[in-house]
Nanobody, 115 residues
Framework: QVQLVESGGGLVQAGGSLRLSCAAS????????MGWYRQVPGNERELVAG???????NYADSVKGRFNISRDNANDRIYLQMNSLKPEDTAIYYC?????????WGQGTQVTVSS
């Protein structure tokens, strides 16, 4: 069982930045892949950015060039640096981990971008 705890969400004006953090309950080098998803009420949860154990990354087209995902193996955390935020980035952001055939989720953190 992998437990994930997100932090760093909040209210920011359009054009601003936030950094989300996700702390894992076990060594992340043992986790196959981790990532950030987001969800707006009434919509499906969508992938924002992912990072593999080897460090490979992928991003949703809507955030390419603005968001950056990174990992800190020493502290068992991943981060999502979000720059040039837009009102359409407003959502609950969830940390995700995939280990073997199981998927784990954090509780989510709210990001609100005002225009």
């Amino acid at each position: 069982q992998v437990q994930l705890v997100e932090s760093g969400g909040g209210l920011v004006q359009a054009g601003g930045s936030l950094r989300l953090s996700c702390a894992a309950s076990e060594a992340i080098f043992r986790i196959d892949a981790m990532g950030w998803y987001r969800q707006v009420p009434g919509n499906e949860r969508e992938l924002v950015a992912g990072i593999t154990r080897g460090g490979g990354t992928n991003y949703a087209d809507s955030v390419k060039g603005r968001f950056n995902i990174s990992r800190d193996n020493a502290n068992d955390r991943i981060y999502l640096q979000m720059n040039s935020l837009k009102p359409e980035d407003t959502a609950i952001y969830y940390c995700n981990a995939k280990k073997y055939s199981r998927v784990y989720w954090g509780q989510g953190t709210q990001v609100t971008v005002s225009s």
